[in-house]
Every structure is written in C-alpha cells, then in structure tokens.
C-alpha cells in the first residue's frame, strides 16, 4: 500500500484518486481554493462516488487546499489537469517535495514533465526529483455532479509513460503498472507528449463545427455527430503531420484510429466513422462554448508546441499551421505569442536534434 497524492481534483483528478484508493492505497486529495466544489462535496461524504466502466464508493483520505498536508506524506504524487495546470501545481508543491519523490503529469498535455520541472525550479536532468509523464489520461471521464463521476472508459493499452531522465521509467512504470496495467513504458518524453491525440482531434472537429457551437451552444454529440468525412480528411492530415515529427526524431507515432482502437474507445481504425461509431465516445456531448480547451490547450498548448519543434528540427506542418492561424482569427487572440509550450519556454530551444535525441 502506498500514500497518493492528487493535485486536482477536476474530473481526471476524481478518476485517479478513485481508482488509486479502490486499488487499496490511501489518496489526499489537493486543488487550488478557487475550485472547491469536489473538494467540499467529497470532504462531506468522505470520499467519491463513480459510475460506469468503475463503480462503488471509494474513502479519500483528505480532501483539501493544503498542499504540506498531501506533500508531506505522499510516496507517489499525480498533478492531473489540464495543461494551464501543470505549471501552478508545481510552484505551489515545490516548497514540500523531498529528494526522491515521484511526480507522474497525467496528462503530459506536450511536454508537461518538463514544465514542472521548470517549475520546482530544477534542471531538466536533475534527478533529485522523479518527474515523469503519461501520452494521455488514463480514463475517459465527466463530473456527474460535485464528488461523483462516470467512467466511459478505462484504458485497455495505449498509454505510454516515461520519465525525465529516462533512465528512471522503469522505476516510475513499476510503481503505477498495477493500476495500470495497460501501461507501456516507452523511449522518452518527446514520444509520450507527441503520442497524445487531443491535439489531432479536438481543434479539428471543434473549428469544423464552430458555427453549430455557437448557434446551439454545443447542444449535439461532438463525436456521433460533429465527425463526418471531411472533418476526418482534416485529423488525417494532421496526423500525418505528427508522424513525420516522431518520424524525424527516431520515435514510432501510432496514428490516432489505431492508438483509439488499442485504447478501447474505438471499434474501426479509421478518421470518420471510427469516431462518429465509436462506442468509448458514445453520449459526449459538444462543449457550450468555443472558449474551452479544445482550442486553448489543444491549440494554444498542443498545437503550438508539436509546430515549434517541427520548424526546430526540420519538418513542414502547413496543416498545423493553418489550424493555429484560423482559430487565433476567430478566437481573437495570438495563441503563438501567449503559449508556455514552446522551446524556448521549455528551455529545449538550445538543443538540436541530435542532442535533444540523447538528452531526453
């Protein structure tokens, strides 16, 4: 038995501190005081309820905004959130980490290993700190209402995790496989952050479906109904294009349909009707607004990294490229000038290829 950590407490956040404490492990459970809904709610009932593919009520711990009180006694910490995320929850935890604790970023959201490390303040190969990520969440999840969830899916495979140094994957791997038994350790952090697929498909069927967005407030099934054959021709060439990334960095992308089929949302490896028929993303319904991060992480995180690392080492992304311009257009804003997921914000500007390959 282990003592976990859980810094978030958003739907992700639910779902692992579920899983952890239905596995027998004891989960303390922290966010930020300016979202205290599930924090409150699972504090008055004593932990969480889930439905779905994980079911039954499972005892957290603690459920709270202190950070000492979950830093202090974790053996393995989780920072599971959105990408705008990773970087806050490392400032506010660096006071209290101690030299040999695990931090897993679920999900890496491109790169999210390396921003917190950043953001506790010590070199990118440091190893005072275990610092590892993984391609994607774990789950397919929503908040049903404040301390509840429901569980699409739990991953079958298709979930990759590595550390920074990847000397220590192995030891980060050990510690999370038996929750996870899907999990594949993989090369390195450049292959976990390029093998997430949000960037691929989110931006893809939320700009071809901007107007009934805005006209029905996303009153549709993003997947059943906003994927159609065009807007798989669109995720098709992104894709490709994140292929020759990992392509030129000597790392094996897995093209989304197939990563979704191994994964168990998906039933037939294709860009259409692999998605708009597929039974893990049945009854997820379309987000109210188009400002939401599909667009701000996927774009303004996602994007903007995979393009930036392209033009580093030598690949062309015109696809890529023409999504972050539209979506800048019509979202108002310069989502390339405001990122915090660029090379030289993450501090990897000043390798070149061959030394980013030995470093990572």
């Known amino acids: 038995m282990m003592k976990i950590a ?44 889930s439905t779905g593919m ?15 009180t979950v830093a202090d006694v974790a053996d393995l910490i989780f920072a599971v959130g959105p990408a705008y995320s990773t970087e806050p929850f490392g400032k506010a935890i660096k ?18 290993s390396i921003v917190f490390k950043n953001a506790i303040g010590v070199d990118l190969l440091n190893d005072d700190y275990i610092i590892a990520e993984t391609s994607t969440l774990p789950y397919a ?37 038996n929750v996870y038994p899907s999990l594949v350790p993989v090369k390195n952090i450049l292959q976990t952050t390029l093998q997430n697929g949000n960037p691929v498909i989110h931006p893809s ?19 059943e109904e906003g994927v159609t054959k065009a807007v798989g021709w669109l995720m098709k060439a992104v894709d490709e294009e994140r292929l020759e990334i990992g392509k030129k960095l000597g790392i094996e992308i897995i093209n989304d349909p197939v990563i979704g089929v191994k994964q168990g949302y998906m039933q037939d490896a294709n860009y259409d009707k692999g998605f708009s ?16 991060r599909y667009f701000n992480e996927d774009v303004g995180y ?12 030598g690949v062309e992304t015109p696809i ?5 311009n539209i979506v800048s257009v019509i979202m108002d804003r310069d989502y390339r000038s405001t990122s915090n997921r660029t090379l030289k914000a993450l501090g990897l500007d000043r390798y070149d290829l061959d030394k980013l390959k030995k470093i990572l």
């Open 6 to 49: 859980v810094l978030g407490s958003g739907s992700g956040g639910c779902a692992v501190a579920f899983d952890w404490a239905q596995h027998g492990h004891d989960v303390y459970m922290f966010d930020f005081e300016e979202f205290p809904a599930n924090i409150d709610a699972i504090n008055k009932k004593g932990g969480i309820t």
């Open 54 to 68: 994980l079911e039954g009520f499972a005892d957290i711990k603690y459920a709270g905004h202190d950070m000492k």
């Open 95 to 112: 006071p209290y980490l101690k030299e040999g604790q695990v931090v897993i970023v679920s999900p890496s959201s491109c790169g999210g």
């Open 141 to 177: 999840v929503r908040v049903t209402e404040p301390g509840s969830i429901n569980v699409f899916l739990k991953l079958k495979g298709g979930l990759f995790i590595a550390a920074v140094p990847s000397k220590y994957t192995e030891k980060v791997y050990n510690l999370a496989k």
């Open 205 to 223: 069927v939320t700009l071809l479906n901007a107007a009934l967005i805005e006209r029905t407030n996303g009153n549709f099934y993003f997947y």
């Open 277 to 292: 028929e597929a039974k893990g993303f049945k009854g997820i319904k379309a987000q109210s607004s188009l400002d939401y």
């Open 302 to 313: 996602g994007l903007v990294f995979m393009t930036d690392l392209a033009k580093h080492i």
């Open 320 to 324: 890529m490229n023409s999504i972050i």
